[in-house]
T-cell receptor
Framework: DGGITQSPKYLFRKEGQNVTLSCEQN?????MYWYRQDPGQGLRLIYY???????QKGDIAEGYSVSREKKESFPLTVTSAQKNPTAFYLC?????????????FGSGTQLSVL | AQTVTQSQPEMSVQEAETVTLSCTYD???????LFWYKQPPSRQMILVIR??????QNATENRFSVNFQKAAKSFSLKISDSQLGDAAMYFC???????????????FGKGTKLSVKP
């Protein structure tokens, strides 16, 4: 089945540690996105990528980094510079880069700080 | 700057009844898109319906329809014949048409939690 796979489902980070969230899609989508969701809040964009080896910062990129070495993969690293990383992280993709494209979402990763 | 406001944190509906979720937005642009996404307990977001601002006709997808009032900047979602599976968080979102590609500018509201009573 085609879709977006995020792993792990739950992740714990120690203070000062970098952690990486995985996002893989087999939909052959060009664009991929990372969103952060806090309780009682809507989604906020962290980073997005329209094509391999290219990505742009979203509204809350500080403390995060990404890479897009393959079309299928868009991992997100939460660095130690992100002082409040506890949140639910959603990865998404879309066929193309038009503004009305439907977003396909993964099932998310819940990140907590130990 | 774009903003999206959902003024109803929680709503409840009886099974088989109709419910309307409210959404207002603010943008200075004339070309944009509007969306409703559903987040069930599994937490995976699913697109419910979308509307292009230049279209006057309200979008419809089976039991889901919107009431798009461009002048009032209102975009409400109507769910008819509510089913237990409709219970979820519903997010309204807006995105600019001429951003230069992608939905990198999509702005989400804070969501409305819908409960469906059997």
């Amino acid at each position: 089945d085609g879709g977006i796979t995020q792993s792990p489902k739950y992740l714990f980070r120690k203070e000062g540690q970098n952690v990486t969230l995985s996002c893989e899609q087999n939909l052959n989508h060009d664009a991929m996105y990372w969103y952060r969701q806090d309780p009682g809040q809507g989604l906020r964009l962290i980073y997005y990528s329209q094509i391999v080896n290219d990505f742009q910062k979203g509204d809350i990129a500080e403390g995060y980094s990404v890479s897009r070495e393959k079309k299928e993969s868009f991992p997100l690293t939460v660095t130690s510079a992100q002082k409040n990383p506890t949140a639910f992280y959603l990865c998404a993709s879309s066929w193309g880069t038009a503004s009305n494209e439907k977003l396909f979402f993964g099932s998310g990763t819940q990140l907590s700080v130990l | 700057a774009q903003t999206v406001t959902q003024s109803q944190p929680e709503m409840s509906v009886q099974e088989a009844e109709t419910v309307t979720l409210s959404c207002t937005y603010d943008t200075s642009e004339s070309d944009y898109y509007l969306f409703w996404y559903k987040q069930p307990p599994s937490r995976q977001m699913i697109l419910v319906i979308r509307q292009e601002a230049y279209k006057q006709q309200n979008a419809t997808e089976n039991r889901f329809s919107v009431n798009f009032q461009k002048a009032a900047k209102s975009f409400s979602l109507k769910i008819s014949d509510s089913q237990l599976g409709d219970a979820a968080m519903y997010f309204c979102a807006s995105g600019l048409m001429n951003y230069g590609g992608s939905q990198g500018n999509l702005i989400f509201g804070k969501g409305t939690k819908l409960s469906v009573k059997p």
